[in-house]
T-cell receptor, first 115, second 110 residues
């Protein structure tokens, strides 16, 4: 079974540019999460989709970040315009359910560098 | 105050030794707890869930103390392959996602 995949693995952009990150969850997983780790800090939750609906976006830092999951399959996270403090590793995770037995499987992450 | 706090280490431990990590959490409404393992430049991977009754998986034992808001992980007979960062994680009590500690770096020395 294929795991969570993310694209690209690395992205280097200049301040003010736009970047779109993509996440493909494990097939059949309705729950999809985005997280971010900036240098020296802990991994932080950004948002949660159940199918195509945003269930919780309390962790999104500001309105420069837009996440979508059209059709309830893959998800994109767009940063526009990017700022220096957006640099970090963006992880996507998926889970089958949100019950007590759930497990979140993480993708390899996208390392974003804003210069 | 961080929601989940861990000693960042590093813990340098000889192969075969027993090592214990602890973490504390501040959100008393947290419902579920986990230990994740993260290798350098890799994604976090679930090591084990943590239950109040304590649970064991091979060489690994996890314990939760809700009264003290404290979680522990014990690794017995440590192997070189146990070298990694161990992330203490909670869920519930607010946002849908997981709340991570910064991690404890473990180095097993031959």
């Amino acid at each position: 079974e294929a795991g969570v995949t993310q694209f690209p693995s690395h992205s280097v952009i200049e301040k003010g540019q736009t970047v779109t990150l993509r996440c493909d969850p494990i097939s059949g997983h309705d729950n999809l999460y985005w997280y971010r780790r900036v240098m020296g800090k802990e991994i932080k939750f950004l948002l949660h989709f159940v199918k195509e609906s945003k269930q919780d976006e309390s962790g999104m830092p500001n309105n420069r970040f837009l996440a979508e999951r059209t059709g309830g399959t893959y998800s994109t996270l767009k940063v526009q315009p990017a700022e220096l403090e957006d640099s970090g590793v963006y992880f996507c995770a998926s889970s089958l359910s949100t019950g007590t037995a759930y497990e979140q499987y993480f993708g390899p992450g996208t390392r974003l560098t804003v210069t | 105050r961080k929601e989940v706090e861990q000693d960042p280490g590093p813990f340098n431990v000889p192969e075969g030794a027993t090592v214990a990590f602890n973490c504390t959490y501040s959100n008393s409404a947290s419902q579920s707890f986990f230990w994740y393992r993260q290798d350098c430049r890799k994604e976090p991977k679930l090591l084990m869930s943590v239950y109040s009754s304590g649970n064991e998986d091979g060489r690994f034992t996890a314990q939760l103390n809700r009264a003290s808001q404290y979680i522990s992980l014990l690794i017995r007979d440590s192997k070189l392959s146990d070298s990694a960062t161990y992330l203490c994680v909670s869920r519930g009590g607010g946002a849908d996602g997981l709340t991570f500690g910064k991690g404890t770096h473990l180095i097993i020395q031959p």
